[in-house]
């Protein structure tokens, strides 16, 4: 057989530990989708090798985005390279060269 080692497999498991979760705290049918109820309170769990674990816990959908993700709450805060310039006045048929007469 062409099974993989043992320590590869390891290694991609072991990658994964530590990665955050938020999971939607609604009675029913158990977790759905994120845009199904933004508002809902979130649970974050944190996976530790064998299970999800509580972690921590955020009033919505948004603020559980936050906790997810930091690093884009912080791209999005410092804008990047020279701010573009609004349209000048205008129709906008500056934009297509004229027809030949």
Do not use: C, Q
Not at 22 to 34: F, Q, T
Not at 78 to 95: E, F, N, Y
């Amino acid at each position: 057989m062409n099974d993989e080692p043992l320590s590869d497999w390891a290694e991609r498991r072991d990658a994964k530990i530590g990665r955050l979760r938020a999971v939607p705290i609604v009675s029913g049918d158990g977790p759905k989708g994120s845009h199904v109820n933004p508002d809902a309170p979130r649970a974050i769990e944190r996976w530790n090798g064998h299970a999800w674990e509580p972690h921590g816990f955020a009033p919505n959908f948004a603020e559980a985005k936050r906790i997810l993700y930091p690093e884009a709450a912080e791209d999005r805060a410092a804008p990047r390279g020279p701010v573009p310039k609004p349209l000048g006045r205008g129709t906008g048929k500056h934009r297509k060269p004229p027809a030949p007469r």
